[in-house]
């Protein structure tokens, strides 16, 4: 048995013999509206046992956030509310206690890691001084002692060089520091319980392994209960002992994680399970290499000149994406994997010239010139779909003027062909013509996605290129989307260029997948064979880190592959110049 499955053994007995810590009971939720009361969860009940770890899982809007936030009493007041119910912790109704003694509570007996650290954390104050604030506003101590267990609590959370942390801004951390930065503050008054809302939603896979390592050993060693809120069916079946699920505000399904996985009782629960992308499903890609690429890039190199000192001399370069080579063929899908800061939405850039670069990029056979009038050509044979819809949508402009801007600024067709042209595209990714004159508040996170793609297609684009353009949606939402660029490739025989981080995603739809790190390729072939048969040691790596859906499955150790990956340069047979660069924060190579 690996250490993995006896901590998760030992918690789930401990969990069983243990007292209840947390009690909710009937608990009702509503906002008031112009249209009157609207409720939001509605009879909510659960027990949470000390050293249990309890996953509540559904899709946005099922009420999960709601609940973890009305048990820490941050409701947003006045408008959203508890409308009936009880949360009983020690023996109190939290429901019911004034502000004061929730704040004596909120931090110290309860705590709570957020799904976003960079908001979570203070950006004007060091590490230290945060930390420290809210110890002693918990318990009267000297700022020394107070420190003392700051640091502490950072060497609890695994962090490297903590005194050095201690003393720096949150700019200067890596997501994945920040999110143990947030745990090591949840931590640091060691609480009875701890509330995880999505704490690794925007995290890379491997940063992700090691959020999810840490605080399984944190609840296995502190003896604390964990609520575990997700949308993520891979990371409730690692950690989880118990799921609650929840659909529109009421709860579904309730039942021990193998018990659910083996044999979900609700259509809603195995409709979620049977949309989670698995992996072990590679295939050989049917595209023809023979024939001349679409997009061909030959020693493709990114670099950033890093300023500083009173003459504003350039001190370091960034070299975020170093000579690599790839092709992309007509019809087809390619996949660019790694963690932040290897390159993979640079290259993106770069091709759409968004930033300056080096070497040879060719569309069909011609080379990309940098001139406005080459540009504007470029934009119209290659479109971008984001991460985040709601970020790349104005929202003072309707939907319908969302979907024309193409058309006017290239000065194609008239006001009525352009009308036309944007309700044939909403009505393609399934949208109707009525939607055109509302704004993009109105629409859902996976209509907004679906917006960005109609307009994408606007121009009739040779390459659609997709950086991170599922990552952010729920499970059966993403399964639709992907659902939706499978058919359209098929229909316009369009090309993708599909930047992420999941790698159950990636396995399912890609053809060809390339693998970066440290801004180079280390890895490139089929689906099939890069995920049956990785050759690199960070391959392997990411794919051992990624959450399956399967909670019988052997979890990797937290350090596996970590010694072949502790000499990138060699682990990659590169030349020996490269030996001049050194990695910083999240995989940028800098020259000194």
């Given at each position: 048995?690996?250490?993995?499955?006896?901590?998760?053994?030992?918690?789930?007995?401990?969990?069983?013999?243990?007292?209840?810590?947390?009690?909710?009971?009937?608990?009702?939720?509503?906002?008031?509206?112009?249209?009157?009361?609207?409720?939001?969860?509605?009879?909510?009940?659960?027990?949470?046992?000390?050293?249990?770890?309890?996953?509540?899982?559904?899709?946005?809007?099922?009420?999960?956030?709601?609940?973890?936030?009305?048990?820490?009493?941050?409701?947003?007041?006045?408008?959203?509310?508890?409308?009936?119910?009880?949360?009983?912790?020690?023996?109190?109704?939290?429901?019911?206690?004034?502000?004061?003694k929730?704040?004596?509570?909120?931090?110290?007996?309860i705590?709570?890691i957020?799904?976003?650290?960079?908001?979570?954390?203070?950006?004007?104050?060091?590490?230290?001084?945060?930390?420290?604030?809210?110890?002693?506003?918990?318990?009267?101590?000297?700022?020394?002692?107070?420190?003392?267990?700051?640091?502490?609590?950072?060497?609890?959370?695994?962090?490297?060089?903590?005194?050095?942390?201690?003393?720096?801004?949150?700019?200067?951390?890596?997501?994945?520091?920040?999110?143990?930065?947030?745990?090591?503050?949840?931590?640091?008054?060691?609480p009875?319980?701890?509330?995880?809302?999505?704490?690794?939603?925007?995290?890379?896979?491997?940063?992700q392994?090691?959020?999810?390592?840490?605080?399984?050993?944190?609840?296995?060693?502190?003896?604390?209960?964990?609520?575990?809120?997700?949308?993520?069916?891979?990371?409730?079946?690692?950690?989880?002992?118990?799921?609650?699920?929840?659909?529109?505000?009421?709860?579904?399904?309730?039942?021990?994680?193998?018990?659910?996985?083996?044999?979900?009782?609700?259509?809603?629960?195995?409709?979620?399970?049977?949309?989670?992308?698995?992996?072990?499903?590679?295939?050989?890609?049917?595209?023809?290499?023979?024939?001349?690429?679409?997009?061909?890039?030959?020693?493709?190199?990114?670099?950033?000149?890093?300023?500083?000192?009173?003459?504003?001399?350039?001190?370091?370069?960034?070299?975020?994406?170093?000579?690599?080579?790839?092709?992309?063929?007509?019809?087809?899908?390619?996949?660019?994997?790694?963690?932040s800061?290897?390159?993979?939405?640079?290259?993106?850039?770069?091709?759409?010239?968004?930033?300056?670069?080096?070497?040879?990029?060719?569309?069909?056979g011609?080379?990309?010139?940098?001139?406005?009038?080459?540009?504007?050509?470029?934009?119209?044979?290659?479109?971008?779909?984001?991460?985040?819809?709601?970020a790349?949508?104005?929202?003072?402009?309707?939907?319908?003027?969302?979907?024309?801007?193409?058309?006017?600024?290239?000065?194609?067709?008239?006001?009525q062909?352009?009308?036309?042209?944007?309700?044939?595209?909403?009505?393609?990714?399934?949208?109707?013509?009525?939607?055109?004159?509302?704004?993009?508040?109105?629409?859902?996170?996976?209509?907004?996605?679906?917006?960005?793609?109609?307009?994408?297609?606007?121009?009739?684009?040779?390459?659609?290129?997709?950086?991170?353009?599922?990552?952010?949606?729920?499970?059966?939402?993403?399964?639709?989307?992907?659902?939706?660029?499978?058919?359209?490739?098929?229909?316009?025989?369009?090309?993708?260029?599909?930047?992420?981080?999941?790698?159950a995603?990636?396995?399912?739809?890609?053809?060809?997948?390339?693998?970066?790190?440290?801004?180079?390729?280390?890895?490139?072939?089929?689906?099939?064979?890069?995920?049956?048969?990785?050759?690199?040691?960070?391959t392997?790596?990411?794919i051992?880190?990624?959450?399956?859906?399967?909670?019988?499955?052997?979890?990797?150790?937290?350090?596996?592959?970590?010694?072949?990956?502790?000499?990138?340069?060699?682990?990659?047979?590169?030349?020996?110049?490269?030996?001049?660069?050194?990695?910083?924060?999240?995989?940028?190579?800098?020259?000194?």
């Open positions: 048995m690996s250490m993995s499955d006896k901590i998760n053994s030992a918690a789930s007995v401990a969990a069983d013999e243990q007292p209840t810590v947390l009690s909710v009971q009937q608990l009702d939720i509503s906002v008031r509206t112009e249209a009157g009361i609207v409720p939001l969860v509605q009879s909510l009940s659960f027990d949470l046992k000390r050293g249990e770890t309890l996953a509540i899982a559904g899709e946005s809007g099922s009420g999960k956030s709601l609940t973890s936030l009305a048990i820490m009493g941050l409701l947003p007041p006045p408008a959203v509310h508890v409308a009936g119910g009880e949360i009983i912790f020690d023996g109190s109704d939290l429901t019911k206690l004034p502000e004061t929730m704040q004596r509570l909120r931090g110290d007996r705590a709570m957020f799904q976003e650290p960079m908001t979570a954390l203070n950006p004007v104050m060091r590490i230290g001084d945060q930390l420290t604030e809210a110890i002693r506003a918990h318990e009267p101590m000297s700022g020394r002692a107070a420190r003392t267990r700051a640091l502490e609590a950072m060497k609890a959370v695994r962090l490297t060089e903590p005194e050095r942390r201690l003393k720096q801004y949150p700019h200067e951390l890596s997501g994945g520091m920040r999110q143990r930065v947030v745990i090591a503050m949840a931590i640091a008054l060691r009875d319980v701890m509330i995880a809302d999505e704490p690794t939603t925007a995290l890379d896979v491997t940063v392994r090691e959020v999810l390592d840490l605080l399984r050993i944190l609840t296995a060693e502190m003896g604390m209960a964990l609520i575990l809120i997700t949308h993520d069916m891979g990371v409730v079946a690692e950690m989880a002992d118990r799921v609650l699920v929840m659909q529109k505000g009421q709860l579904v399904e309730e039942a021990e994680v193998r018990t659910l996985f083996a044999a979900p009782q609700m259509p809603y629960t195995q409709q979620l399970l049977s949309s989670v992308p698995r992996m072990g499903q590679g295939r050989e890609s049917a595209v023809d290499t023979s024939v001349q690429p679409l997009i061909s890039a030959r020693d493709l190199q990114v670099t950033y000149d890093l300023r500083g000192g009173i003459l504003d001399r350039v001190q370091a370069r960034v070299h975020a994406v170093e000579k690599i080579n790839f092709d992309i063929f007509p019809g087809e899908t390619f996949a660019v994997v790694g963690e800061g290897c390159g993979k939405s640079t290259v993106a850039r770069a091709l759409t010239g968004l930033v300056p670069h080096e070497g040879v990029i060719k569309l069909e011609q080379p990309i010139l940098r001139d406005r009038a080459s540009q504007l050509a470029n934009t119209r044979a290659m479109q971008m779909v984001f991460q985040d819809p709601m790349a949508l104005n929202g003072r402009m309707t939907v319908g003027d969302l979907v024309r801007e193409p058309l006017v600024i290239h000065d194609i067709g008239t006001p062909s352009r009308t036309n042209r944007a309700i044939e595209l909403f009505e393609r990714v399934g949208l109707g013509a009525e939607a055109l004159d509302r704004y993009p508040h109105e629409f859902s996170g996976g209509q907004r996605q679906r917006i960005c793609i109609a307009r994408a297609l606007a121009l009739n684009p040779k390459l659609i290129i997709a950086d991170e353009s599922v990552s952010a949606l729920d499970v059966s939402v993403q399964a639709t989307v992907l659902e939706l660029l499978q058919e359209l490739k098929a229909e316009l025989g369009m090309s993708y260029l599909f930047i992420s981080h999941d790698m995603v990636v396995e399912n739809f890609a053809d060809r997948v390339a693998v970066m790190y440290l801004g180079q390729i280390v890895e490139l072939g089929s689906s099939a064979q890069v995920f049956g048969n990785p050759q690199h040691p960070y392997r790596k990411l051992a880190a990624a959450p399956f859906p399967d909670p019988d499955r052997a979890l990797p150790p937290p350090e596996e592959h970590e010694d072949e990956l502790r000499s990138p340069i060699i682990a990659m047979g590169q030349s020996p110049e490269l030996l001049k660069y050194r990695s910083m924060g999240e995989g940028h190579l800098v020259a000194f």
